[in-house]
């Protein structure tokens, strides 16, 4: 594989995504493929998404790093973002990709989203979850209860909160119930000075599976893996993810 054919979701919306094939003396054909999910407000740009990619070619591994529709250069609004229209999204990857080995790798809200898909579809063979949101309704009351529909997400520019993303968030609950089904090796890396989703999202779901996760927790690391942090999530993931695949 050379690049990607175009991927529509089931409303017809073209997804962006970034090809980033295994290093120098590895097969694209065939091999395995991590895909790259971002969180709420983000896209498939971030600095700590661009360093895993590049680690996880040099052990061998292609990646994908996708937009979620209504994000980044995806088609679509930002207004009909939801984790269950992403689980969409997801689905949509995985059949373009169909016939590869296949992990999933979300942050934040779309490790939430990587759950609800890889209990339903077993293309995914490994699971990890970067400041994995776990209780949707516990973070929307958390951090946007006061906002109304319409009002800024984190502040941020054209990330308004809609009526759809409120409703699936406190609809949806929690996952934990859920992570029961997940029955792939799963991955769970979270700071501990996280200021978005607290580290007791990821402890909780370790809890709950016990030896079928591999829970990580990084000292002085926040939400976005900045800095430093960047470098120490991609110490833990990228030769994880090797082992999975192999």
């Known amino acids: 594989m050379t690049g990607l054919p175009d991927i529509r979701n089931g409303q017809g919306e073209l997804l962006a995504a970034t090809f980033v094939p295994a290093g120098i003396g590895t097969s694209n054909g065939d091999g395995p493929i991590v895909v790259i999910g971002h969180?709420?407000?983000?896209?498939?740009?971030?600095?700590?998404?661009?360093a895993l990619s590049a680690a996880l070619a040099e052990l061998g591994l292609a990646s994908v790093?996708?937009?979620?529709s209504g994000n980044g250069d995806s088609e679509g609004s930002f207004l009909d973002s939801t984790p269950t229209k992403e689980v969409g999204d997801l689905g949509a990857v995985l059949d373009v990709l169909e016939g590869r080995r296949l992990a999933y790798v979300g942050h934040s809200m779309g490790a939430l989203v990587g759950c609800l898909r890889a209990v339903r579809d077993r293309r995914i063979e490994a699971l990890v979850s970067l400041a994995g949101m776990v209780h949707?309704?516990?973070?929307?009351?958390?951090?946007?209860?006061?906002?109304e529909p319409g009002e800024l997400l984190l502040g941020k520019p054209g990330k308004?909160?809609?009526?759809?993303?409120?409703?699936?968030?406190?609809?949806?609950?929690?996952?934990?119930p859920?992570?029961?089904?997940?029955?792939?090796?799963?991955?769970?890396?979270?700071?501990?000075a996280d200021e978005v989703v607290p580290v007791q999202?990821?402890?909780?779901?370790?809890a709950e599976l016990g030896p079928r996760t591999r829970l990580v927790e990084l000292p002085g690391v926040d939400h976005s893996f900045t800095g430093a942090g960047t470098e120490a999530m991609v110490r833990e993931v990228a030769p994880w993810l090797a082992r999975a695949l192999r």
């Open 39 to 50: 969180g709420l407000t983000s896209d498939r740009t971030r600095p700590w998404s661009a």
């Open 65 to 68: 790093r996708v937009a979620f």
């Open 136 to 147: 949707s309704a516990r973070f929307y009351r958390s951090l946007f209860a006061g906002l």
């Open 160 to 176: 308004p909160l809609g009526e759809a993303l409120r409703d699936d968030l406190l609809a949806i609950d929690s996952v934990l």
């Open 178 to 192: 859920l992570a029961r089904d997940v029955r792939v090796p799963w991955l769970l890396v979270h700071g501990d």
């Open 201 to 206: 999202d990821s402890r909780d779901v370790a």
